[in-house]
Every structure is written in structure tokens, then in C-alpha cells.
């Protein structure tokens, strides 16, 4: 299965890690993330970063 990846998706990819950890931590309702906040999710989950 291949997943399509959004402009969003690439966007964060291109961030630091401070950057991406923030946009999760600054999300206003993480039981709801927006597009942006659930690629920042996935990228801090690639990069094995700790939150």
C-alpha cells in the first residue's frame, strides 16, 4: 500500500526537530490534530524523537 503524501506532510518534514515538536505540543486539542499537527506527529515518530 503506498501513502500518498500531502504538501503538508512534506512541509514539516523540512523542519527542525524543535520546530516539529513544537507544532505537537502547541496543538490545541491532540485528541483532534489538524493535518499539520498528525504529520508533525509522524515525523517525530521517524526521527525518534522524545516529547
Same mark, same amino acid.
Given at each position: 500500500?503506498? +501513502?500518498? *503524501?500531502? *504538501?503538508?506532510?512534506?512541509? +514539516?518534514? +523540512? @523542519?527542525?526537530?524543535?520546530? +516539529?515538536? =513544537?507544532?505537537? @505540543? $502547541? !496543538?490545541?486539542?491532540? $485528541?483532534?490534530?489538524?493535518?499539520? $499537527?498528525? !504529520? !508533525?506527529?509522524?515525523?517525530? $515518530? =521517524?526521527?525518534? @524523537?522524545? @516529547?
Amino acid at each position: 500500500m503506498t +501513502v500518498e *503524501r500531502t *504538501r503538508t506532510d512534506q512541509d +514539516v518534514d +523540512v @523542519l527542525s526537530d524543535a520546530d +516539529v515538536l =513544537a507544532i505537537w @505540543l $502547541e !496543538a490545541a486539542d491532540p $485528541e483532534h490534530p489538524t493535518p499539520r $499537527e498528525e !504529520a !508533525a506527529l509522524q515525523v517525530i $515518530e =521517524a526521527r525518534n @524523537l522524545d @516529547l
